[in-house]
Every structure is written in structure tokens, then in C-alpha cells.
């Protein structure tokens, strides 16, 4: 049973320029979840989708954009890089028909802002 | 709005000794927490959960934590620490979003270091 996958698993960019991420969730699970983890830091929750849909929102600027695939697979775009947006990017899965579900982590993305 | 705070950035501890990583949390409700574990390099791995019922909560690989409800705290434990334990442990509260499936809050986590 495959796990949270993400690719890239490193990105390098420059100032201004947009990037795209990948996420495929555990099997059986339809919720994914995207979190932002600068150095040293926790990480951040960006935004959760379900059903195609995004159902809540972090903090973070509308430059931070996403989308979920009828087969529960998530993408994360970031447009206008800024150098602050480089950070470990963390995609979780979970199953919402569980009233006790736990949040499961792939191994992120980590992106660099020139 | 619910919080969880982790008071040490490192913890030092002798291999085969006691470890604690410590954690309180503010929450409004029933309180869901969770503590992670990050190798280097690495995403998060989940370790164990607190929903209700024992206070003490058993996880993987030997860990485990004991919810305080008086005090608020959800301090991790491992009776016997081991060199492969060093890493950045996290604790986390579930917010009472829309559903079940709500995001994580995160503290600015744990450095455990265990020496030979």
C-alpha cells in the first residue's frame, strides 16, 4: 500500500516565476491537505481540499493556488515566487468518512527561491 | 483558537536513559492531539494520537504520551532512549474546523538529540 507521494522532490526557481507541486494521497483516502514548512519552523497550514474542492483556507496570499483531481490527487501552484516562499512543501492525506482520522505525510518538496 | 506550545527547542539525553519532549496545548472543546517525528530531510511521520479514553497513549516505536488534562499538557515518553530516536519531534492539535478532517496546528517543535 503506497504512501503520500509528492514530486518534485526538490525545485529550484527564481523570483517571479510560478511553480506547480504534486501530490498522490494514501489509498482510500480523499482529503488532501497542503502545509508550508520554512526552516525551523512548523509547519504551516496552506489549504485542504475535498471533493474537488478547496474547504478551508490558512494564511496565506491568494498567489497560493491549488486543485484536486477526480482521483483525489492534489496539485499546489504558487504564482510571483517571492524569495520567502522557500520552504519545505508537505502534502497530507486523510480519509473523511473517519471520525477519528489522522493526517498521513509524504515527504514534501523542497523549493528554493532564487 | 487552539494552540499548542512546545517550552524546549533541544532536549539532550544519554542513550538507554528516560526521554520526555514536553507539550501544552490551549484548546476550546475536546482537545485531538498528535505528535510527529521528522528525520532529516524527511516529511512527517506520525506517532501516536490523543482522542479520548486512556490517558496514556501508546505509538510507534516504543513512544508514548500522557494526556493531562488539568494541566494541559501531552508530554511525549520513552522509558529507554535510543541514538536512532534523534530527531525533531512535533505536537499538534487537530482544529474543530468544518469536519473531522481538519487541518493541523502545529508547534515549533522539538530537537531530541540522544548521545551513545
Known amino acids: 500500500d503506497a504512501g503520500v507521494t509528492q514530486s518534485p522532490t526538490h525545485l529550484i526557481k527564481t523570483r517571479g516565476q510560478q511553480v506547480t507541486l504534486r501530490c498522490s494521497p494514501k489509498s482510500g483516502h480523499d482529503t488532501v491537505s497542503w502545509y508550508q514548512q520554512a526552516l525551523g519552523q512548523g509547519p504551516q497550514f496552506i489549504f485542504q481540499?475535498?471533493?474537488?474542492?478547496?474547504?478551508q483556507r490558512g494564511n496565506f496570499p491568494d498567489r497560493f493556488s491549488g486543485h484536486q483531481f477526480p482521483n483525489y490527487s492534489s496539485e499546489l501552484n504558487v504564482n510571483a515566487l517571492l524569495l520567502g516562499d522557500s520552504a519545505l512543501y508537505l502534502c497530507?492525506?486523510?480519509?473523511?468518512?473517519?471520525?477519528?482520522?489522522?493526517?498521513?505525510f509524504g515527504p514534501g518538496t523542497r523549493l528554493l527561491v532564487l | 483558537a487552539q494552540s499548542v506550545a512546545q517550552p524546549e527547542d533541544q532536549v539532550n539525553v544519554a542513550e538507554g536513559n528516560p526521554l520526555t519532549v514536553k507539550c501544552t496545548y490551549s484548546v476550546s472543546g475536546n482537545p485531538y492531539l498528535f505528535w510527529y517525528v521528522q528525520y532529516p530531510n524527511r516529511g512527517l511521520q506520525f506517532l501516536l494520537k490523543y482522542i479520548t479514553g486512556d490517558n496514556l497513549v501508546k505509538g510507534s516505536y516504543g513512544f508514548e504520551a500522557e494526556f493531562n488534562k488539568s494541566q494541559t499538557s501531552f508530554h511525549l515518553k520513552k522509558p529507554s532512549a535510543l541514538v536512532s530516536d534523534s530527531a525533531l519531534y512535533f505536537c499538534a492539535v487537530r482544529d474543530r474546523g468544518w469536519s473531522s478532517a481538519s487541518k493541523i496546528i502545529f508547534g515549533s517543535g522539538t530537537r531530541l538529540s540522544i548521545r551513545p
Open positions: 497530507a492525506s486523510s480519509a473523511l468518512d473517519r471520525s477519528q482520522e489522522t493526517q498521513y
Open positions: 481540499y475535498y471533493e474537488e474542492e478547496e474547504r
